[in-house]
């Protein structure tokens, strides 16, 4: 019975996503230039220091030498809830080499407040660097599930994505690969 509640809350995640993305103006084309993709501001909730002020654009966390791995989540999602302890795992083991930023897009998606998305944050004492979107880029990221994870090579190029929950193993495993990807020459 509780397998049974749990798989019905996802799948009503999973509807509302898929609703929102349908009802986004734009979307996103395979025209959409990634620097303009990247143009999106960030209100941190915690993690300034590491993003370098309290409102950024995301153009200048990605592509600045470092992998980075961009966690869209909502605080009212349980998918996002049960992977996010994994994600702190990896960002204790690997702060030194990549930036590992949760993207709160749950307002857009109704699936939680910026409170909520504080609530969930302190709630697994989760520390990675994590902020909330000022505007809906559900279709501009082409977020089609809870919780969507793209992976950014030092250079900015995006070289891998994932919809769903990712295993602390899984996540390990694509941040292997992202350290040992070549980055691109201008």
């Not at 993207?103 to 857009?108: R, S, T, V």
């Not at 950014?152 to 994505?161: F, M, N, S, T």
């Amino acid at each position: 019975m509780i397998r049974l509640g749990a798989a019905a809350v996802v799948v009503v995640a999973l509807v509302i996503v898929a609703g929102a993305v349908l009802s986004t103006q734009g979307g996103t084309s395979d025209s959409t230039k990634q620097g303009d993709r990247l143009g999106v501001t960030l209100v941190a909730y915690q993690g300034n220091d590491l993003l370098g002020g309290q409102r950024v654009d995301l153009g200048t966390v990605v592509g600045q030498g470092k992998p980075v791995i961009l966690n869209f989540f909502a605080g009212l999602c349980p998918p996002c809830r049960l992977e996010m302890p994994g994600f702190e795992r990896a960002w204790e083991r690997h702060r030194d080499e990549i930036v590992l930023l949760g993207a709160d897009i749950g307002p857009f998606l109704s699936l939680g407040s910026h409170d909520d998305a504080k609530r969930l944050l302190t709630d697994l004492g989760i520390t990675y660097p994590a902020a909330y979107v000022e505007e809906n880029v559900v279709g501009r990221f082409n977020v089609v599930g809870m919780p969507t994870t793209i992976f950014y090579a030092g250079d900015g190029r995006e070289v891998g994505r994932s919809t769903g929950v990712l295993t602390e193993e899984q996540l390990e495993n694509a941040i292997s690969q992202l350290l040992a990807a070549p980055v691109a020459s201008p």
